[in-house]
């Protein structure tokens, strides 16, 4: 090699008659502003310099370029000409210009690779336009050379899913032009060497048409149509189908236009800023506070559950999934055998529907050794609690772990709502000991929460975020409460729903109206498939450890439901009815609700708007995450629009409920919140105001922007999250204490 033409993000450096352009901005090579400028200059050196016959750009590190810098889409003026106009030079050029892909080729960093004249791709290297899921369409010209690449229905499939195609793949569909094995650099020399011997021409993608070969003539339109119904909530899916459009149909330099004028609108969507918020708070949830970066996990290749009831046995699935092997203990032979058979049954479901093969069940069932006995659980590295929600129970359990597992071992409980300082206590060993808290369907779910202890080590941590990434889940840590942070904000979420139950609403209608509002589930619906009694054992539970608000109508629709039997889907019959399977109104239910409402004196209406239903069910939810803010329990606000996206069916447009708290302003929030404890009353302080709220709400500052302080000079590296012994009075509960009694209802 001979002279670098300049150091920074990207390089060109001469290699007898082949210019090798490198990218090499890490993490992922994502196209900064400064990478770009690099691009620019060096493009401009190689164009300048005649003694080049070629030029291989490849990328350093991981990966190929990934796509374009998701935070700089926020900046002012952001605008891809200036890129797209480096790709117009790169293929316009009359020397080769080949592209040496590894990792992931993503958005603007497989565009930067369409515009070259051939491309390489390496074993393991992946492609594909994702910007659909940032609400994006591709911006630099991908909407228009893909479909000309691999024809217009695949490439409209690969954006509108987002979905990535393995190297072998991408030949086959002519997004790539050749595979070879061994490292970026050296096998795209060979590569370019061999096209200049053969004297290969270059081969410009914006000249070619886009196939449109066995399609309907009304493809487009149907397209459209279904992406304005289907994706309705998702703009840029209708963009992407007029610009695949328009590079089958128009010429080049028009789609290009079409393109752009599409991209302007759509990164200012609401919806895409949400979807870039997301992003960025799922990478930075990974981020523990007070955890040193670089911190090595425990070592973790066996894993051990106790309980094969539903979540149990679904966290074995969940473990087995990714390969690990599985102690799944119970206390009953019939527990045990009725546990794995439900297992197999899944499987068995999921290959019947073709999404696994024989052996892979038969790999999967083989990881999971079902066994009464609990010393089988002392060699494994973790081992998760996960017997029912009972205090007493889990305290014993968590007792004879700490006693009998490995020293070393990581101990989890996955308790929804209990106190984890008290089990972790219980172990003996709370340093080894946290929460994992997946949710329902453990197997299926995206999301854990991560239960930090006031004593919890910092490994603990790393090995539990290390091992959501492996089960592909999205893990959120936070500190000790009564429900964490899904299910404390959750909890305000179904209070106010069982209120207008009372109130005369009826389940149906309930639900009608959250979901127009973009959650996946209304809170009826999402009772009853949880079940009932799932709900009323942690209401009753959590009266007993002395945390519920001396309200006795509180809760009542779920404590009354499980005394009837009503237990939901399971038993046939909660919120609604379930006859042959699908949820239909039920006047007994809410006939049920009514006569509960009477007997707790809860004036019955008819005037509650559809506006009143949201903004009862929202703003608690809203203010119950600025005081989980405030008590630390969560670190960042981000990190509770990742729980409720991730866990919680909170719709994902709408970036979760702490960012849509600051699109709807907080002022209105805190007036909203204001005006319902005059209009209910406030005895129990269901609507005290958040101070935080309160104070960000008179600043006209963002709760999404909020940054909790940094712990004092001096105080430990890893501080700790707030236990219940640490707890101020008050804190972490959904009642904070005694008022005098006032109006009720
Ligand atoms: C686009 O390209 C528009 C164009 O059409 C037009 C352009 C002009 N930007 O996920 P990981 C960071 S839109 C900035 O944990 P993995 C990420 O934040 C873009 N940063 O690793 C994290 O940082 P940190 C189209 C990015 O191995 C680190 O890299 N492209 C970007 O599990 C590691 O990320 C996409 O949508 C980015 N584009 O997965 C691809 N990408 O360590 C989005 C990553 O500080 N990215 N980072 O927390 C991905 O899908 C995954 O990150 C990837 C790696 C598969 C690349």
């Not at 603007?108 to 390489?120: F, K, M, P, V």
């Not at 527990?335 to 794995?340: N, T």
């Not at 009753?540 to 039997?565: H, S």
Request: proline share 7%; aromatic share 4%.
């Amino acid at each position: 090699m001979s002279h670098a033409a300049s150091m920074g993000p990207v390089t060109l450096v001469r290699h007898g008659r082949i210019g090798l352009l490198c990218i090499d901005h890490p993490p992922v090579n994502a196209l900064s502003v400064a990478t770009v400028a690099g691009l620019d200059a060096k493009v401009a050196a190689f164009e300048a310099d005649p003694a080049l016959d070629g030029l291989l750009i490849w990328c350093a590190g991981r990966t190929f370029v990934a796509g374009g810098d998701i935070a700089q889409f926020d900046a002012p003026g952001f605008d891809a000409a200036p890129y797209n106009r480096i790709l117009a030079r790169i293929e316009a050029s009359e020397r080769l210009v080949v592209a040496a892909l590894h990792g992931t080729a993503l958005g603007g960093g497989l565009e930067l690779a369409l515009a070259c004249h051939y491309r390489l791709a390496l074993p393991g290297a992946r492609v594909g336009l994702p910007e659909i899921r940032l609400g994006l369409l591709p911006g630099a010209l991908g909407s228009q050379r893909l479909p000309r690449a691999c024809g217009a229905a695949l490439a409209l499939d690969l954006m509108l899913s987002g979905r990535m195609l393995d190297a072998e793949a991408a030949l086959r569909a002519g997004i790539v032009d050749a595979l070879a094995t061994g490292e970026p650099l050296a096998a795209g020399l060979n590569y370019l060497e061999d096209l200049l011997d053969r004297r290969a021409p270059p081969r410009r993608l914006s000249a070619l048409p886009a196939s449109t070969a066995g399609l309907p003539a009304d493809f487009f339109s149907q397209a459209l149509l279904r992406a304005r119904q289907e994706q309705a909530r998702y703009p840029a899916a209708a963009a992407i189908v007029r610009a695949v459009e328009a590079a089958a149909t128009r010429p080049f330099a028009e789609g290009e236009a079409l393109e752009a004028a599409l991209l302007a609108s759509c990164v200012v969507s609401p919806e895409s800023r949400a979807l870039r918020h997301l992003f960025l708070a799922e990478r930075q949830a990974a981020r523990v506070p007070g955890v040193p970066a670089g911190l090595l996990p425990r070592v973790l290749h066996t894993a051990g559950v106790v309980g094969a009831g539903t979540m149990g046995r679904r966290i074995a699935m969940s473990l087995a999934d990714a390969g690990m092997p599985v102690t799944l203990v119970e206390a009953s032979g019939a527990a045990l055998a009725k546990g794995l058979a439900s297992v197999r049954a899944r499987y068995e479901a999921d290959a019947a529907a073709g999404r696994l093969r024989p052996e892979q069940v038969a790999r999967r069932m083989g990881l999971i050794a079902g066994t009464l006995d609990y010393e089988a659980l002392a060699g494994c590295e973790l081992v998760i609690e996960a017997v029912v929600e009972d205090m007493a129970l889990k305290q014993q359990v968590c007792g004879r772990l700490g006693r009998l597992c490995k020293p070393g071992a990581i101990i989890a409980t996955n308790t929804s709502t209990l106190d984890v300082e008290v089990l972790a206590e219980a172990s003996g060993r709370p340093a080894d000991f946290a929460g994992l808290h997946f949710r329902n369907p453990a197997n299926g779910g995206r999301l854990i929460e991560v239960v930090r202890g006031s004593a919890t080590a910092p490994d603990v941590l790393v090995t539990a975020m290390q091992l959501a990434r492996r089960l592909g889940k999205v893990a959120v840590v936070c500190g000790v409460c009564f429900g964490f942070i899904g299910n404390r904000m959750a909890e305000a979420y179904l209070r106010e729903s069982e209120f207008l139950l009372m109130e005369g609403v009826s389940p149906v209608r309930l639900d009608a109206v959250m979901e127009a509002c973009g959650m996946a589930m209304g809170p009826c619906r999402m009772l009853d498939v949880a079940g009932i009694d799932v709900s009323a054992k942690i209401v009753l539970e959590y009266g007993k450890a002395g945390g519920l608000p001396p309200d006795p109508a509180y809760r009542a629709v779920v404590r009354t439901l499980f005394r009837l039997g009503r237990l939901g889907c399971k038993s046939g019959a909660g919120l609604y009815r379930y006859p042959g399977g699908a949820a239909v109104a039920d006047p007994e239910a809410e006939r049920i609700c009514r006569a509960l409402g009477r007997a707790h004196g809860i004036a019955r209406r008819t005037d509650i708007s559809d506006a009143e239903i949201a903004e009862r069910l929202l703003y608690p939810l809203v203010n119950e995450a600025a005081k989980l803010l405030e008590e630390g329990v969560a670190s960042r606000p981000g990190d509770i629009d990742m729980v409720w996206t991730a866990g919680y069916g909170y719709p994902d447009y709408l970036g979760g409920p702490v960012w849509q708290a600051d699109s709807i302003g907080l002022a209105r929030i805190v007036a909203g919140l204001e005006r319902y404890a005059r209009l209910r009353g406030n005895p129990y302080d269901y609507w005290d105001v958040s101070p935080l709220l309160a104070t960000l709400a008179r600043g006209g500052q963002r709760l999404s922007d909020w940054v909790a302080p940094r712990p004092e000079a001096g105080a430990a590296p890893i501080p700790s999250a707030p236990g219940s012994a640490a707890r101020p009075a008050g804190q972490g509960r959904i009642h904070p204490g005694p008022k005098p009694p006032q109006s009720v209802h």
